[in-house]
């Protein structure tokens, strides 16, 4: 049944669940684990990605289109996505890496959904491969800002506040609440030369952050580059994805 509903959410079905079940399978559990299927998938979701990008994007020079690409592959928000799809319950690692949370690292995230890629694309033809790649991924491009050429709110905070000599902005998770498996975390993201902050929450810590960071952007545009604030305004969003975003990375 838990298989079933993650092939409704793929909105696809495999006549060979053995390919499904490699795929969710992690070198901890078995020999016979996805690491093959990851290597297929990666490049199958480039390609996708890339062809779906050429299609949208009819303006944009190659290395626009690449960089936008990179932001939109990466282990981030492919763990993003895997989450979206509940692959944490469904994947079969060895008692170690269940132990040490290995359902929730981004890294086994990622690469267990390149090798779904791969998997259908076994299963039934880079088509079929291609049509499951653009539904998971055309509602993300929809909160894509393309004129940022993929750089995602943390990057344009930081070359923002860099620009006016500033320090780095300041990220503090507030809370974390919900199962381990579905948790949500309220960060705040603070600029304290400018008396600037704002707290979001997200479905990980790097989505809040990017949801925070987003807002402090705003608020950074109505500062004169030569005064500091002296408002420090608060505000809470709640989001469960921003593009791009990670899960469980280090702060800088």
């Known amino acids: 049944m838990k298989y079933q509903r ?8 495999f006549t060979n669940m053995n390919l499904l079940m490699r795929a969710l399978t992690h070198r901890s559990y078995s020999m016979q684990h996805n690491e093959r299927l990851e290597f297929l998938g990666d490049s199958i979701l480039n ?16 290395g626009d289109l690449s960089r936008i690409r990179s932001s939109l592959v ?22 170690g890496e269940l132990k040490s949370g290995g359902f929730r690292r981004p890294s086994i995230l990622a690469d267990a959904m390149e090798a779904i890629f791969g998997a259908i694309y076994l299963d039934n033809g880079i088509e079929q491969a291609q049509q499951v790649i653009e539904k998971l991924y055309r509602p993300l491009l929809k909160d894509v800002d393309f004129s940022t050429l993929g750089k995602d709110a ?5 070359e923002m506040l860099q620009a006016r000599r500033l320090p780095l902005p300041q990220y503090t998770v507030l809370a974390t609440t919900g199962a381990a498996h579905d948790q949500q975390f309220e960060v705040e993201c603070s600029v304290p030369d400018l008396n600037l902050s ?7 810590r790097r989505a809040a952050e990017q949801s925070a960071a987003k807002i402090v952007i705003n608020q950074l545009k109505q500062v ?4 500091k604030s002296i408002v420090k305004a608060k505000q809470r969003v709640v989001t469960q994805l921003t593009l791009p975003v990670a899960v469980e990375q280090e702060i800088k």
């Open 6 to 13: 993650l092939q409704e959410r793929l909105s696809y079905k």
């Open 47 to 62: 390609f996708s990605v890339a062809s779906l990008l050429f299609t949208l994007l009819q303006h944009q020079d190659e």
């Open 74 to 95: 990466n282990q981030s928000t492919l763990a993003e996505l895997a989450i979206q799809l509940e692959l944490p319950d469904l994947l079969l690692l060895g008692e």
């Open 154 to 158: 943390k990057t344009l905070l930081q």
């Open 198 to 204: 704002a707290s979001a929450t997200g479905g990980s």
């Open 224 to 227: 004169s580059p030569n005064k």
